[in-house]
């Protein structure tokens, strides 16, 4: 490649407030909820760069014939790689798109086929655009990237009324917030230099299990469920504990180990290998993104109950990892179904790809 910015770059990063950002002159962009991508396009070689600077290229075939469609001939480009279905982003069809075999990414890449969302412009030709503001790289991108069925140059507004709507709205259709920046803004690589404001929730859980810390005998996790029709249902973990408290969990947790498989609702996975597809994912599954990552778990009696903090669902799981906030020894754990948690409302994706 002969570009003025060449992989790995890392991409710029936003530190998170708990309000939209007001101040005069911002711009505002929907948070695009998929797998940050750096794409380096110098004629027919093009590079897709992830945040933890290893290639997506192999994984996405159909993105990088995309962007040659729809990028200049030799540029630099930020964005979000985002899979759809019907009318919202699919997060969990994303992840099945991080694959070893050639032949199943082709057939997913036709099967649950992923899109690009441009929203910044890095370099274009020989030009190095880092030191450039914000607003003029803002509006060489919009004049650079020819919008197509799966390139998007994401949708910008100045007005917070807007934006405000926008954070309320667009959550039905899969993104999980909204994005602030200075119109003076240079590119800061690795640097939390954005602002973003996502939404959260608390929800009351069962704790079911847990997993051990990496560095030693100190919990690492705990493995949350909640009940539906049939039975308790594993939605995903709990974590972000100081070390000191990671240590104090261990006594706490120890007298729920007492017989905790012989009438456990998770026994059959206790021993499980391999990950189910869908929605009901196995506690003790392989990590898709580390095979040598240990996922194994303790059983615990379900009978504790926590209240966690999370951002958003993906499917009946958590999208993200819930945080820890307190024990609800007041709540059956029984009571911790699917109703309390706040579904939103569904919003037409086309019209957030339209900008």
Not at 152 to 166: E, F, G, I, L, S
Not at 194 to 217: C, E
Request: hydrophobic content about 40%.
């Amino acid at each position: 490649m002969d570009l003025p910015l060449l992989p790995p770059v890392k991409p710029m990063l936003a530190k998170a407030v708990t309000k939209l950002p007001t101040d005069e002159g911002l711009f505002y962009e929907p948070k695009w909820d998929g797998f940050r991508c750096i794409v380096f396009r110098d004629g027919d070689e093009v590079e897709l760069g992830s945040r933890n600077e290893r290639p997506l290229t192999r994984y996405f075939p159909e993105v990088v014939a995309a962007v040659k469609e729809a990028l200049p001939g030799r540029c630099v480009v930020d964005g979000e790689i985002v899979v759809p279905q019907g009318d919202r982003l699919h997060f969990e069809s994303l992840l099945q798109r991080i694959h070893p075999a050639k032949s199943r990414v082709d057939l997913l890449a036709e099967q649950t086929p992923a899109h690009f969302v441009a929203f910044d412009l890095l370099a274009l030709d020989d030009e190095s655009l880092l030191e450039t503001p914000f607003a003029e790289r803002q509006a060489r991108l919009h004049e650079a990237v020819t919008a197509t069925e799966r390139v998007h140059v994401t949708a910008v507004t100045r007005d917070v009324a807007t934006a405000q709507r926008w954070f309320e709205e667009f959550e039905g259709a899969g993104l999980d917030g909204v994005v602030a920046k200075a119109p003076d803004l240079p590119y800061g690589p690795d640097q939390r230099l954005m602002v973003k404001v996502k939404h959260v929730r608390t929800a009351d859980a069962v704790v079911a299990g847990f997993r051990w810390h990496k560095s030693g005998p100190i919990v690492g996790s705990l493995l949350l469920g909640l009940y539906d029709d049939g039975g308790l249902q594993h939605i995903g973990v709990a974590a972000s504990f100081p070390m000191a408290r990671r240590a104090e969990l261990v006594e706490e947790l120890a007298p729920y180990r007492t017989d905790a498989l012989d009438t456990h609702p998770w026994r059959e996975w206790a021993d499980a290998e391999q990950q189910a597809d869908g929605e009901h994912r196995m506690p003790g599954a392989q990590s898709r993104w580390n095979a040598r990552k240990d996922l194994s778990w303790v059983p615990l009696r379900p009978e504790l109950v926590v209240e966690v903090k999370y951002d958003q669902l993906e499917g009946r799981r958590l999208r993200h990892t819930g945080q820890f906030l307190r024990w609800r020894p007041d709540r059956d754990p029984r009571s911790c179904t699917y109703d309390q948690l706040e579904v939103p409302v569904r919003y037409d994706l086309a019209e957030v790809f339209d900008g």
